[in-house]
């Protein structure tokens, strides 16, 4: 298993793709951050979290890291060679599950330490209470957890659907139109969207779901993305 | 004795289409084996299927007398080139090896050994997305050889090679087979394995229709005589229970035997310019398997199969 993680590291490492998403994960960091401080004028604890919270919609991108990532596999056809030398293809999928979401959670960091080196000093300006130790904890643990686990749901919805496209238009459509329409169904979807997840592990106001909950919630849809395509890929034929 | 690869009823459906229909054959362990059929035959679905990546319907094939998902080592065991590299485009050559070497737990030394000896070392840096075909298929048998295998499943490795390049093939396979390897070899072009391959086996429409040493395949042949009394020779030869059609001064007897044929002539005192035996070809021998192919017909499973 050792072995097949390290092989997939470097197939991470050897490709534009996690540079792409990393530095545009770190682009839109640097943005927020600007525009959050500097626009938003934080001046309670809550928002001065906000300014530094890369779960949410800043998770986007190493979700669809993840589906670019697995998905990449079937669309370049660079499967074969990988399954001939580990025909047990959940143990390949896992190996490369390991993978990405080590890559997203060295990323995650690169992105907090941007957040934090630009907006600290911009932040010791305004007025309010400082944040706290327990504030950052939140913001760099549970900014990782929402880093990698967003990463691990795009290789599971990635091993799952097979087609880039499809993929990546199917998550941004189900993220940024149908998500925001759970709440016309029940009130209470909202507390397991994935997005409402992400950023509150990331930090956002837990007035939702606890962050536990946040937790709890993002572990669902991944385990669900991750078992369905280990599932069905375990079934197919490789192309 | 069992074979190095082994197929037991293999058979494979897509749907209503039948694309490997109950195939069972044995590749001779040190040899290299031929694995003829024209387009869409069936020969990439038997490989795959053979490889574990695809599951068969019914049936089932071993590698070296066990299932390939059931080899301890399968790189150590079985080298395979099913895509054109299978590399990742924007991915350089010498990466997407060492990828490979390290899943397999392979030394990273090992990814120059077998550049060097599929001669990509001076094209290693590049990106594989800027590789001529010829480079892609080197590419592809440089991954088939990084864990030493004693067994190799090449499908259709001469595809896009120029002249030289299938040159090189035809050398680096009879290298491999001197090595004691056992080589299967899919191809639907006559030319590119006549030379190269010691047994055949022949699929058509997804069914068997012939397997053995070549030799056995191009044996039986005709006789060619060439005399200034053809028409005289020919009536000789049929009184002497021998068929024979005439083109100009030229015979060609349905015999095998040379000296049959000299012995009627001399017995009827007609002068011989020429005797010989001519070999049915292995493509003669293909065509006369296949002869009810149409061609660039192919079922829908094996289009399917053929175009990965």
């Known amino acids: 298993m050792i072995a097949l993680v390290r092989g997939e590291m470097i197939k991470v490492r050897t490709t534009r793709t996690a540079l792409g998403f990393a530095s545009a994960s770190i682009l839109l960091v640097l943005a927020v951050v600007l525009i959050t401080i500097l626009a938003g004028d934080p001046t309670t604890r809550q928002e001065k979290m906000d300014a530094f919270n890369i779960g949410g919609a800043l998770s986007i991108p190493l979700l669809l890291f993840g589906i670019v990532g697995a998905t990449g596999e079937f669309r370049h056809r660079t499967l074969a060679p990988a399954v001939l030398i580990s025909p047990h293809r959940a143990r390949l999928t896992l190996a490369r599950l390991v993978a990405y979401t080590f890559t997203a959670a060295l990323v995650g960091v690169a992105m907090l330490l941007v957040a934090l080196i630009v907006g600290l000093p911009l932040l010791s300006g305004q007025p309010g209470p400082d944040l706290e130790s327990s504030d950052y904890l939140t913001v760099i643990g549970g900014g990782i957890i929402a880093a990698t686990m967003s990463c691990a749901l795009g290789v599971g919805i990635g091993v799952l659907v097979r087609n880039q496209v499809a993929g990546v238009v199917g998550a941004l459509v189900y993220l940024f139109i149908l998500e925001p329409l759970l709440p016309l169904i029940a009130d209470d979807l909202v507390k397991g969207s994935i997005l409402g997840a992400a950023a509150t592990l990331g930090g956002a106001s837990p007035d939702e779901v606890s962050w536990l909950g946040a937790l709890l919630a993002l572990g669902v849809w991944t385990a669900v993305a991750v078992g369905a395509g280990l599932f069905v890929d375990a079934r197919r034929d490789v192309d | ?308």
């Not at chain 2, 066990?66 to 299978?86: F, I, S």
């Not at chain 2, 499943?153 to 056992?182: H, K, S, V």
């Open chain 2, 1 to 308: 004795m069992a074979g190095a690869i082994e197929t037991a009823g293999l058979t494979k459906r897509y749907g209503p289409v039948t694309a490997v229909d109950d195939l069972s054959i044995s590749i001779r362990e040190g040899a290299v084996t031929g694995f003829l059929g024209p387009n869409g035959a069936g020969k990439t679905t038997t490989l795959r299927m053979i490889l574990a990546l695809a599951r068969p319907t019914s049936g089932h094939a071993t590698v070296m007398g066990r299932p390939y998902q059931d080899l301890e080592q399968p790189a150590h065991t079985v080298g395979a080139n099913l895509e054109v590299a299978g590399a990742h485009p924007g991915r350089k050559g010498r990466d997407h090896l060492r990828s490979l070497a390290a899943m397999a737990s392979i030394p990273l030394s090992r990814v120059d050994e077998v550049l060097r000896l599929v001669e990509l070392e001076g094209a290693a840096g590049r990106r594989a997305g800027k590789y001529s075909m010829g480079m892609r298929q080197r590419l592809g048998l440089a991954a088939t050889l990084l864990g030493d295998p004693q067994v190799l499943i090449l499908d259709e490795p001469a595809n896009g090679l120029d002249p030289q390049g299938i040159r090189w093939l035809r050398d680096f396979l009879r290298g491999m087979a001197a090595e004691g390897r056992t080589v299967l070899v899919s191809s639907h072009v006559l030319a590119e394995v006549a030379q190269t391959v010691d047994d055949v086996v022949v699929i058509h429409r997804g069914k068997l229709v012939e397997q053995g040493p070549v030799s056995r395949l191009t044996a039986g042949g005709h006789v060619v005589a060439r005399s200034p009394r053809a028409d005289a020779l020919r009536a000789a030869l049929e009184r002497a229970g021998l068929q024979a059609t005439v083109e100009g001064d030229t015979l060609v007897v349905d015999a095998g035997d040379t000296a049959r044929v000299g012995d009627v002539a001399f017995e009827a005192g007609l002068p011989l310019h020429e005797l010989s035996a001519r070999a049915t070809s292995l493509e003669e021998a293909f065509l006369a398997l296949t002869s009810d192919a149409t061609p660039g017909e192919a079922a829908a499973g094996d289009e399917r199969s053929e175009s990965t």
